[in-house]
C-alpha cells in the first residue's frame, strides 16, 4: 500500500522558512519522480515543483522559483522542500504526489 506522509508545516512570519518532509513506503521511491502540490484556502491545486527519480533534475512553478528547494533522499524514502522567503500568498495545504497517490497534506501559514 502506498503511503505519503507529510510532516513540517506550521505557522511562520512572512520572510521566515519552513522545511517539509514527506515519508513514502509502499513502493520503490527511488524509482519515481515526485511532486508537491498545494491547496490554499478557496483555491484550486496548484502544482509547486517536481524531481525526478534520481534527484539530478527538478522544476518549479514560477510563483517559487528561487525560494523553494525540491529534494529526495532514496535511502530515506524521503522527499524535501525547503521554502525560504515566504511569503502570504504561500499559504496552504502541501502535498507530496507520485503518480496518483497523495498524502494528507501539512498546513504552511504564513502570518504575522
Known amino acids: 500500500e502506498v503511503q505519503l506522509v507529510e510532516s513540517g508545516g506550521g505557522l511562520v512570519q512572512p520572510g521566515g522558512s519552513l522545511r517539509l518532509s514527506c515519508a513514502a513506503s509502499g513502493f520503490t521511491f527511488s524509482s519515481y519522480a515526485m511532486s508537491w502540490v498545494r491547496q490554499a484556502p478557496g483555491k484550486g491545486l496548484e502544482w509547486v515543483s517536481a524531481i525526478n527519480s534520481g534527484g539530478g533534475s527538478t522544476s518549479y512553478a514560477d510563483s517559487v522559483k528561487g525560494r523553494f528547494t525540491i529534494s529526495r533522499d532514496n535511502a530515506k524514502n524521503t522527499l524535501y522542500l525547503q521554502m525560504n522567503s515566504l511569503k502570504p500568498e504561500d499559504t496552504a495545504v502541501y502535498y507530496c504526489?507520485?503518480?496518483?497517490?497523495w498524502g494528507k497534506g501539512t498546513q504552511v501559514t504564513v502570518s504575522s
Open positions: 504526489n507520485v503518480i496518483n497517490f
